[in-house]
């Protein structure tokens, strides 16, 4: 019962923990892309689009992360 328990609350902090770095990771993706739709210098527009790219697939990789607690 206790086992349970202990189960239950290490699960939700490690759902919690995950959504946490969800919203840091969407978050820094919203500041690349303001800073992208506000450049006008060629290499900071590249470097923006690699970055973005970058958090992308750090927060498909988070979000799937998040489906395994469900599945």
Partial sequence: ??????EAKKRKAEL????????????????TWQVFNSTTDPALTEACI???NALRAKYDHALKGIRSYFL
């Avoid at 019962?1 to 202990?6: I, S």
């Avoid at 959504?19 to 993706?29: A, K």
């Fill in 1 to 6: 019962m206790f086992k349970k328990r202990r």
């Fill in 16 to 31: 919690s923990r995950a959504n946490s770095e969800l919203g840091e990771i969407r978050q820094e993706l919203n500041n």
């Fill in 50 to 52: 690699y970055e973005i």
